[in-house]
């Protein structure tokens, strides 16, 4: 059976039986009709996915993998902040009068800086790094710009990764391929909504990364501050974590395809992805 189930059900069963309640608290999210969104939490949730033995889509319900891709590639391919850049309508709450989020995500992506090599965006440099310098510990990106925080209409969730390569060797001494690895830090994750999407769209990155980078894809470690559970969705994540588990579908990507800029949703292979029911009208807190 899957291992992204595996570790999506551990987490709400920690949440659902050990966590604390925000109820009463002076909460910023609300919902539609103004009610103040509480949650059910945990503070430091952590799991790992191994890519090299399978993809960590959970098959309680169906992650919409193409749409993940798409807007892993609005953010650090296109690095735009533009919501008509994006397929999906996941942002349409928090769309500015210019049709922006504003200073998030792909716009600090986007921001070049100065190097000894050069002058890179955080994008080219990783791949730039990569090519060059594989196993140096300073090879990371982040959207969490303190002086741009308010002239973002959100705050970065997913926030931070790191980028770690290792080399494994054989049984016989001999080195193995260079294995690329992934850190993923966040902030706070609506666990119902967004915890398999965000680890499906890293994943994915890593995966795209990797293959321009001529390395395999290895471990991501998905490193979450809050992990909640908002009120209106407790009963819906029992039922969720309740229900059958299939093996995890076989994901991969068109191996033709060597520049991180060319990967379009073209590029991602899905086969062999059996899940439950998908879960309709879910609210969402803003």
Same mark, same amino acid.
């Given at each position: 059976?899957?291992?992204?189930?595996?570790?999506?059900?551990?987490?709400?069963?920690?949440?659902? =039986?050990?966590?604390?309640?925000?109820?009463?608290?002076?909460?910023?999210?609300?919902?539609?009709?103004?009610?103040?969104?509480?949650?059910?939490?945990?503070?430091?949730?952590?799991?790992?996915?191994?890519?090299?033995?399978?993809?960590?889509? #959970?098959?309680?319900?169906?992650?919409?993998?193409?749409?993940?891709?798409?807007?892993?590639?609005?953010?650090?391919?296109?690095?735009?902040?533009?919501?008509?850049?994006?397929?999906?309508?996941?942002?349409?709450?928090?769309?500015?009068?210019?049709?922006?989020?504003?200073?998030?995500?792909?716009?600090?992506?986007?921001?070049?800086?100065?190097?000894?090599?050069?002058?890179?965006?955080?994008?080219?440099?990783?791949?730039?790094?990569?090519?060059?310098?594989?196993?140096?510990?300073?090879?990371?990106?982040?959207?969490?710009?303190?002086?741009?925080?308010?002239?973002? =209409?959100?705050?970065?969730?997913?926030?931070?990764?790191?980028?770690?390569?290792? /080399?494994?060797?054989?049984?016989?001494?001999?080195?193995?391929?260079?294995?690329?690895?992934?850190?993923?830090? /966040?902030?706070?994750?609506?666990?119902?909504?967004?915890?398999?999407?965000?680890?499906?769209?890293?994943?994915?990155?890593?995966?795209?990364?990797?293959?321009?980078?001529?390395?395999?894809?290895?471990?991501?470690?998905?490193?979450?501050?809050?992990?909640?559970?908002?009120?209106?969705?407790?009963?819906?994540?029992?039922?969720?974590?309740?229900?059958?588990?299939?093996?995890?579908?076989?994901?991969?990507?068109?191996?033709?395809?060597?520049?991180?800029?060319?990967?379009?949703?073209?590029?991602?292979?899905?086969?062999?992805? /059996?899940?439950?029911? /998908?879960?309709?009208?879910?609210?969402?807190? #803003?």
């Amino acid at each position: 059976m899957s291992k992204a189930d595996d570790a999506f059900v551990a987490l709400c069963t920690r949440i659902l =039986e050990h966590g604390t309640t925000t109820e009463g608290e002076l909460v910023r999210p609300h919902w539609a009709d103004g009610t103040p969104a509480y949650t059910i939490k945990v503070f430091g949730a952590t799991a790992r996915y191994d890519l090299r033995e399978e993809f960590p889509a #959970i098959t309680l319900r169906r992650t919409a993998l193409k749409s993940a891709m798409d807007e892993i590639l609005w953010i650090y391919q296109k690095k735009s902040n533009r919501v008509a850049d994006l397929s999906s309508h996941i942002w349409d709450e928090w769309t500015d009068e210019a049709g922006t989020i504003g200073k998030a995500y792909g716009y600090q992506i986007g921001q070049v800086a100065h190097y000894p090599e050069g002058d890179f965006d955080q994008m080219d440099k990783v791949l730039y790094d990569l090519a060059h310098t594989p196993f140096s510990r300073r090879i990371m990106t982040s959207t969490y710009t303190f002086v741009d925080l308010s002239e973002m =209409e959100l705050y970065p969730c997913a926030y931070g990764v790191t980028y770690n390569v290792t /080399q494994p060797r054989g049984e016989d001494g001999a080195p193995g391929p260079l294995t690329l690895n992934m850190v993923l830090n /966040q902030r706070s994750n609506d666990v119902l909504t967004a915890n398999n999407w965000n680890v499906a769209q890293y994943a994915l990155l890593l995966m795209m990364v990797a293959q321009a980078s001529g390395m395999v894809p290895g471990v991501l470690l998905h490193v979450i501050a809050d992990a909640h559970i908002y009120d209106r969705h407790v009963e819906i994540v029992r039922e969720l974590i309740n229900r059958p588990r299939y093996p995890a579908p076989k994901v991969r990507l068109n191996p033709e395809v060597t520049n991180f800029y060319d990967f379009t949703t073209d590029d991602l292979i899905v086969e062999d992805y /059996q899940t439950g029911p /998908q879960v309709r009208n879910i609210p969402v807190a #803003i």
